[in-house]
């Protein structure tokens, strides 16, 4: 099970030349701003997974992440002229799917506002992390069930920081495409997905036995 | 050389280091300090075993084929919607015009003859309205330009009421009001007079000169005084003269130079022809303004 945990899921963003990738990505959006029907319908096939997956990620609901897909990919169509290559295409889409998901997070915030709690709340009754020597046992993790309780303690923190750590975690973004997705710093990334690791650890040490 | 690191600053790096986003130096430094450093390399492991447990947990990782159609399907209606918005842009919609070159170059054509047709208008309209040299508008137009030129001393600025401004044809000329005296006192034989007066916003007349006088009697001796009784007279009566002041576009009054050309004329009848009525018809002076 162990193998399970290792770093093998994470999709390494580095791997491909991403000189090579901008030549490809150029004449891909040449084609879909000038309104070649196959190479939008090449653009929606290579990125709609990653839409879907990161829209599923952060909402938690399979219907809201099929709507966000939908109205990702009309913007990216619609937007597309404007792209000046700031940024890998991926990012650029990625920037889009975290608008569209904060767009709809604000709402859904407004109606369970009284189911959030805040980290600090959240610290205060687990404890300062720091202080605390103790290791996470392996065989805590050693079970769905554990992981299931990684991404409830996930799904409570701020949208930042849980949009930050699902970035790095599971699209393997480094922290520049990060910055560039949730467009801030690279110095907040650092601190966001610090913080949220900490509040993640910190839910874990409760529970211990 | 490795540099060593103590557990404080080691614990800075830790998060890098996970991630991969450390120097290459650093992450050397870390990797050296985790060797001998329990604590650290627990934190480390805590670390990727939380980001392992979010990867195991995501929901997206139970994306079903179900969900794969039905995103299928959803992208195939946003490439729909995306193509028609596509043909009813307006770059697409004027492309589509020219795809037809038979309808351009009789487009082209007529829109070349009606821009020609437009310039000839234009340069008629132009000759059309450019003042004959010996029309009587361009005779008074220049004797009340000589007149301004005489009298410099009335260009006194836009404020003043003695600021004449030249009469065209959007403004509305000064009218004689009807308790004014009537011009009645024109000499009896046929004469033409020119003459040039300042018509104040008040409907005064500020200041007049007879410009020119052909009479037929002037050349009669013996009568030069009376001729000059009658003109006296005559530039008395208008001196008296009251006027509706002369209206700009915007219906303001202003003040105006005029030059009213008089003219007396008799009509005779030929010999043996029969007249129309006992009385000789009263000649009538006629007016004329620039």
Same mark, same amino acid.
């Given at each position: 099970?162990?193998? $399970?945990?290792? $770093?093998? @899921?994470?999709?390494?963003?580095?791997?491909?030349?991403?000189?090579?990738?901008?030549?490809?990505?150029?004449?891909?959006?040449?084609?879909?701003?000038? $309104?070649?029907?196959?190479?939008?319908?090449?653009?929606?096939?290579?990125?709609? #997974?990653?839409?879907?997956?990161?829209?599923?990620?952060?909402?938690?609901?399979?219907?809201?992440?099929?709507?966000?897909?939908?109205?990702?990919?009309?913007?990216?169509?619609?937007?597309?002229?404007?792209?000046?290559?700031?940024?890998?295409?991926?990012?650029?889409?990625?920037?889009?799917?975290?608008?569209?998901?904060?767009?709809?997070?604000?709402?859904?915030?407004? #109606?369970?506002?009284?189911?959030?709690?805040?980290?600090?709340?959240?610290?205060?009754?687990?404890?300062?992390?720091?202080?605390?020597?103790?290791? +996470?046992?392996?065989? @805590?993790?050693?079970?769905?069930?554990?992981?299931?309780?990684?991404?409830?303690?996930?799904?409570?923190?701020?949208?930042?920081?849980?949009?930050?750590?699902?970035?790095?975690?599971?699209?393997?973004? #480094?922290?520049?495409?990060?910055?560039?997705?949730?467009?801030?710093?690279?110095?907040?990334?650092?601190?966001? +997905?610090?913080?949220?690791?900490?509040?993640? #650890?910190?839910?874990?040490?409760?529970?211990?036995? | 050389?490795?540099?060593?690191?103590?557990?404080?600053?080691?614990?800075?790096? /830790?998060?890098?280091?996970? %991630?991969?986003?450390?120097?290459?130096?650093?992450?050397? *430094?870390?990797?050296?300090? /985790?060797?001998?450093?329990?604590?650290?390399?627990?934190?480390?492991?805590?670390?990727?075993?939380?980001?392992?447990?979010?990867?195991?947990?995501?929901?997206?990782?139970?994306?079903?084929?179900?969900?794969?159609?039905?995103?299928?399907?959803?992208?195939?209606?946003?490439?729909?919607?995306?193509?028609?918005?596509?043909?009813?842009?307006?770059?697409?919609? /004027?492309?589509?015009?020219?795809?037809?070159?038979?309808?351009?170059?009789?487009?082209?054509?007529?829109?070349?003859?009606?821009?020609?047709?437009?310039?000839?208008?234009?340069?008629?309209?132009?000759?059309?309205?450019?003042?004959?040299?010996?029309?009587?508008?361009?005779?008074?137009?220049? /004797?009340?330009?000589?007149?301004?030129?005489?009298?410099?001393?009335?260009?006194?600025?836009?404020?003043?009421?003695?600021?004449?401004?030249?009469?065209?044809?959007?403004?509305?000329?000064?009218?004689?009001?009807?308790?004014?005296?009537?011009?009645?006192?024109?000499?009896?034989?046929?004469?033409?007079?020119?003459?040039?007066?300042?018509?104040?916003?008040?409907?005064?007349?500020?200041?007049?000169?007879?410009?020119?006088?052909?009479?037929?009697?002037?050349?009669?001796?013996?009568?030069?005084?009376?001729?000059? %009784?009658?003109? %006296?007279?005559?530039?008395?009566?208008?001196?008296?003269?009251?006027?509706?002041?002369?209206?700009?576009?915007?219906?303001?009054?202003?003040?105006?130079?005029?030059?009213?050309?008089?003219?007396?004329?008799?009509?005779?009848?030929?010999?043996?022809?029969?007249?129309?009525?006992?009385?000789?018809?009263?000649? *009538?002076?006629?007016?004329?303004?620039?």
């Amino acid at each position: 099970m162990q193998a $399970g945990f290792s $770093g093998e @899921l994470v999709k390494n963003a580095g791997a491909i030349s991403w000189s090579d990738v901008d030549t490809r990505e150029a004449a891909l959006i040449e084609r879909c701003t000038a $309104g070649d029907d196959l190479a939008c319908a090449e653009l929606v096939a290579a990125h709609q #997974r990653m839409v879907y997956g990161l829209a599923f990620n952060l909402l938690g609901d399979r219907d809201e992440a099929l709507d966000v897909s939908q109205e990702v990919f009309l913007r990216v169509f619609r937007t597309l002229s404007s792209f000046r290559g700031q940024s890998a295409l991926r990012t650029w889409i990625y920037r889009i799917v975290v608008n569209q998901v904060r767009n709809r997070q604000r709402w859904w915030r407004r #109606r369970r506002r009284s189911d959030l709690v805040s980290l600090d709340d959240h610290l205060r009754q687990c404890g300062d992390v720091e202080s605390k020597r103790d290791v +996470l046992p392996d065989r @805590l993790l050693a079970s769905k069930e554990t992981a299931a309780r990684i991404w409830d303690a996930l799904e409570r923190l701020p949208f930042d920081q849980r949009t930050a750590l699902i970035l790095r975690e599971v699209d393997g973004l #480094r922290y520049e495409e990060i910055a560039f997705s949730l467009d801030v710093a690279v110095g907040t990334v650092k601190s966001r +997905l610090t913080r949220a690791r900490q509040a993640l #650890r910190a839910e874990l040490l409760g529970l211990r036995p | 050389m490795i540099p060593y690191l103590g557990c404080d600053a080691a614990r800075e790096m /830790l998060q890098g280091f996970v %991630d991969g986003e450390l120097p290459m130096t650093d992450q050397v *430094a870390v990797e050296s300090h /985790l060797r001998w450093c329990a604590t650290c390399s627990a934190r480390v492991e805590d670390t990727r075993l939380i980001g392992a447990g979010i990867r195991l947990a995501a929901p997206a990782q139970e994306t079903t084929s179900e969900d794969l159609s039905t995103l299928a399907a959803i992208q195939s209606e946003v490439l729909t919607r995306i193509r028609a918005e596509h043909d009813q842009s307006l770059p697409v919609r /004027l492309g589509g015009m020219f795809e037809d070159m038979r309808f351009l170059w009789p487009a082209f054509g007529a829109t070349a003859a009606l821009v020609f047709g437009l310039f000839t208008a234009l340069a008629v309209h132009r000759a059309a309205s450019a003042a004959d040299p010996a029309s009587i508008a361009n005779m008074i137009q220049m /004797l009340a330009r000589q007149s301004a030129e005489r009298r410099p001393h009335l260009q006194l600025g836009p404020l003043s009421s003695y600021y004449p401004v030249q009469l065209d044809a959007l403004m509305l000329a000064p009218r004689p009001l009807s308790e004014g005296p009537a011009l009645d006192s024109l000499p009896e034989d046929e004469a033409v007079f020119a003459l040039s007066a300042v018509v104040t916003r008040e409907g005064r007349v500020a200041d007049y000169e007879l410009l020119q006088s052909v009479r037929d009697g002037v050349r009669r001796r013996g009568e030069s005084a009376a001729l000059t %009784d009658e003109v %006296d007279a005559m530039l008395a009566a208008v001196k008296r003269s009251r006027f509706e002041p002369a209206q700009g576009v915007g219906g303001d009054a202003v003040t105006v130079r005029v030059v009213w050309l008089l003219a007396r004329t008799t009509v005779k009848a030929e010999a043996g022809a029969k007249p129309l009525t006992d009385e000789e018809p009263p000649p *009538a002076p006629r007016l004329a303004r620039s």
